[in-house]
């Protein structure tokens, strides 16, 4: 039989996950922002140094946000550590 426990866990790595795909779909926007600023990417990017430095300064704040979100995750969840 399926604990409460064991139900919180899941859910708690499920969400967590979920923060960490968040944190590398920003960051993945802003590494071909900086190519395409360097000339080395066609499609997308930032329009000039100004942009690439306010898209990294918006992916910190997702991504503390987004740290900060696992670790109350995991917190409420009960994951321990391996």
């Given at each position: ?14 969400i ?7 944190i590398?779909?920003?960051w ?32 910190l ?11 109350f995750i ?9």
């Amino acid at each position: 039989m399926v604990t409460i426990k064991e139900v919180k866990s899941t859910i708690a790595v499920s969400i967590a996950a979920a923060f960490g795909f968040i944190i590398a779909l920003i960051w993945k926007d802003v590494i071909i922002g900086a190519m395409k600023l360097a000339k080395l990417w066609q499609d997308g990017g930032f329009a000039d140094q100004n942009a690439l430095i306010v898209g990294i300064i918006v992916a910190l704040v997702i991504t503390i946000i987004a740290v900060l979100g696992i670790l109350f995750i995991t917190k409420w969840g009960g994951v321990e550590k391996k």
